[in-house]
C-alpha cells in the first residue's frame, strides 16, 4: 500500500503546505534527503490552538496538534518528491513543545506526530527522535515539528 493510499485509509486529506511565517522555505531537497521546515499546528491557514503544554493546553490535545504538525510536514515533504512513495525513510524528527515549566511528558507528545509517520509510512516511519521543552514557540503555538526525509 502506498503511503497516499494509507493517508485515504486513515480518512486524512493532505492540508495545502503552510506557507512560511518568516525568511525560509517549507522544505528543500539535498541530494537523498529533504529537510522539513518546522510544521506548527495550523489548518486552513488558522492556528488551532495557542498556550504552554501543562498550563493552557491538555498533554492529550497537544498530542493531536503534533499529528497536524506531522500532516503539515508530509504536505510539505510530498510537495518536494511528487510522489510519497519516493520517500525511502523518515530519518529524523525534532519536536518542540512550549511547556509550563513543571511539564515533563513532551515525549508522550511528539508521540502524536511520531505515530503518524508511522501510519502513513509504515517501516519507513520509523526513526530517530528528540522531543525538547521550550519556553515559547512563533505564533504562540504549544506545538512544533520539523524531519528530515531520505528520499529517491
Given at each position: 500500500?502506498t ?33 522539513v ?107 512544533e ?8
Open positions: 500500500m503511503p497516499e493510499e494509507r493517508l485515504a485509509e486513515l480518512g486524512l486529506t493532505l492540508p495545502q503546505v503552510v506557507p512560511p511565517v518568516a525568511a525560509y522555505v517549507p522544505a528543500l531537497r539535498s541530494g537523498d534527503h529533504v529537510y521546515s518546522g510544521q506548527v499546528p495550523v489548518a486552513d491557514g488558522k492556528v488551532l490552538a495557542e498556550g504552554k503544554v501543562g498550563a493552557e493546553i491538555d498533554p492529550d490535545r497537544a498530542k493531536e496538534l503534533a499529528r497536524v504538525c506531522a500532516l503539515n510536514g508530509v504536505a510539505a515533504l510530498k510537495s518536494v518528491v511528487g510522489d510519497l512513495s519516493n520517500v525511502v525513510r523518515i530519518v529524523k524528527v525534532v519536536g518542540f513543545v512550549a511547556s509550563d515549566p513543571s511539564f515533563t511528558g513532551q515525549p508522550q507528545v511528539i508521540n502524536g506526530a511520531s505515530e503518524l509517520f508511522g501510519e502513513v509510512f509504515g517501516e519507513a516511519g520509523k526513526h530517530a527522535r528528540s522531543a525538547v521543552g521550550v519556553a515559547a514557540l512563533p505564533l504562540n503555538v504549544p506545538v515539528v520539523e524531519l528530515i526525509a531520505e528520499v529517491r
